[in-house]
């Protein structure tokens, strides 16, 4: 089992991710949290990205209890994660989120 903790709350995937027609790019905002997460995922995880076919449940704690769609907020995590805890999201097999509030201290488990 890995554990990692990311400190923050994640943006939403729409607020990451533009289209300019049919081509996705990700926002200076979206680089710079993804980037962000890669080196909190390396601080914690020193080994080997996993190669087979994995479950993750993912803890999203969000500082109030304003209205979200919670299936916006996985992508930028799983992004992160590949090549360091598993080679590729692709292999992610069960997904699990769930949803909390912590006032002081936003997080993603």
Not at 10 to 21: A, D, E, F, K, M
Not at 43 to 72: H, M, T
Not at 103 to 109: F, G, L, T
């Amino acid at each position: 089992m890995i554990r990692v903790k990311l400190t923050g709350t994640p943006p939403s995937t729409q607020s990451i991710y533009r289209h300019r027609g049919h081509v996705v790019y990700m926002t200076k905002e979206g680089k710079d949290m993804k980037l962000g997460y890669q080196w909190e995922m390396k601080n914690q995880y020193k080994g080997r990205p996993l190669l087979d076919s994995i479950s993750v449940i993912a803890e999203f704690y969000f500082k109030n209890n304003a209205r979200r769609d919670l299936d916006n907020f996985n992508k930028l995590v799983l992004d992160a994660g590949s090549g360091l805890l598993w080679k590729d999201d692709s292999q992610i097999q069960e997904l699990i989120i769930r949803k909390f509030i912590d006032n002081a201290n936003p997080r993603v488990e």
